[in-house]
């Protein structure tokens, strides 16, 4: 597909939502909680995930074929609901391919925006991020907070096997105690002054009730979707020739690069509701 093909697409489309596997779901259903009336397309290349631990041109190219395949099929917005795609992708696309696949259209991540809301959720400015070692190895959060929050102190701290544990359904099983424990831990070791845990992951809120439980009471849990929900809303009320080309029918569709089958049982725990999807090649 070149980029006359898109540029010849219809001008109106849903909002597409990427992830590398299921976790941006998380973000998707506080999207359409808050924003009900706009039309969606979620998209998981759940053949190749995780991006988790994959180089940056690996994910830079994965990423950019998906965005592609939004665009093609009408979105004029692409929200990258996956940390590790925005923190290692987001930049290039802007920058390098968005002024030469069509300048009038956008895609944005989901760092800058919980970055953004920090000074809202932490007083002692001490914040934790938890997330994948390709979320953290970037440093992404550090470097959006040096530009939009100077004087706070951020920690990163990888989490390998906590996306392992939600897609293989352990997210609740006693097994997931031990390694829940031993990162919250060494995260508060690292900075005894965290009062605010970011889970840098879109998986991470279906491990929150074990999270929480190993957790001091008096420190903060973030979880992305509201967040990122409510950065959406603000997005398009100040952007309405976006607005405009979102369209209206309060629906939902679903696109996979794996087995539907799987897909949609494994969404159906993240969404909370069924969910039928497409297979797509990419």
Same mark, same amino acid.
């Given at each position: ?165 939600? *897609?293989?359904?352990?997210?609740? %099983?006693?097994? /997931?105690?031990? $390694?829940?424990?031993?990162? #919250? &831990? @060494? ?70 690069? *794996?087995?539907?089958?799987?897909? %949609?049982?494994? /969404?159906?725990? $993240?969404?909370?509701?069924? #969910? &039928? @999807? ?5």
């Amino acid at each position: 597909m070149d980029t006359s093909d898109i540029n010849t697409m219809a001008s109106g489309g849903p909002i597409g939502v990427f992830d590398s596997g299921y976790g941006g779901l998380t973000i998707l259903r506080e999207m359409r909680h808050l924003l009900p009336e706009y039309d969606y397309l979620y998209l998981g290349d759940n053949a190749r995930a995780p991006y988790g631990n994959r180089s940056f041109d690996l994910v830079y190219r994965f990423t950019l074929q998906s965005v592609k395949a939004l665009f093609e099929r009408g979105c004029a917005l692409v929200i990258l609901a996956c940390n590790t795609a925005s923190a290692k992708a987001l930049r290039s696309i802007q920058q390098r391919d968005l002024p030469h696949i069509d300048p009038s259209r956008r895609v944005l991540g989901i760092i800058r925006p919980t970055v953004e809301a920090l000074d809202t959720l932490s007083v002692s400015g001490h914040v934790g991020i938890l997330g994948t070692r390709g979320t953290i190895g970037s440093r992404s959060y550090e470097l959006e907070a040096a530009k939009l929050q100077p004087d706070f102190t951020i920690t990163g701290h990888a989490c390998p096997m906590w996306v392992p544990l939600v *897609e293989n359904g352990e997210a609740d %099983s006693p097994g /997931a105690d031990f $390694f829940v424990k031993k990162e #919250v &831990d @060494a995260i508060m070791t690292a900075d005894p002054a965290i009062d605010t845990l970011v889970l840098g992951c879109t998986h991470y809120p279906l491990l929150l009730n074990k999270i929480k439980q190993y957790t001091p009471a008096n420190i903060g849990i973030v979880t992305q979707g509201r967040i990122v929900a409510d950065s959406l809303a603000d997005y398009l009320r100040r952007h309405p020739e976006i607005s405009s080309r979102c369209t209206r029918g309060g629906n939902a569709s679903f696109l996979t690069t *794996e087995s539907i089958d799987r897909f %949609s049982d494994m /969404a159906s725990i $993240f969404m909370g509701e069924h #969910v &039928d @999807a497409t297979h797509i090649e990419l």
